[in-house]
């Protein structure tokens, strides 16, 4: 992977790790169980399918496993938007989380346009 994979990869394992803590606070203090179940498992897929594309045996192997990361990063985007238009994150964590969530988007929309470049 060149540098700008290892840096989405690392972005996406550190806002996974935020999400698993969210996760946990959902439940525990919140106590919702619905929302907080989605948000995990698309905020930790994000980084699982960037280490499948990163051992992807062909081009579109990669390119289709870094557009599965991008979308699970929007579908995130969404879950952390409802989360705090619902009440159950306050202003501050919420403007952290988006921002922790938007760096993987960015990163992946842009090795998307790339390899889809390439592929042409």
Known sequence: MNNKEN???EKSFRLAVRIVNLYK???????EYVLSKQILRSGTSIGANIEEADGGISKS?????ISI???EAK????????LHETGYIDEDSFNSMIADCNEPCKLLFAILKSTHRVRK
Not at 25 to 31: R, Y
Not at 61 to 65: I, V
């Open 69 to 71: 990361a991008y979308k």
């Open 61 to 65: 192997d990669f390119s289709s496993k």
């Open 25 to 31: 606070f959902l439940v525990e203090t919140k106590k």
């Open 7 to 9: 840096i989405v990869k």
């Open 75 to 82: 579908e995130t985007h969404y879950w952390l938007r409802l």
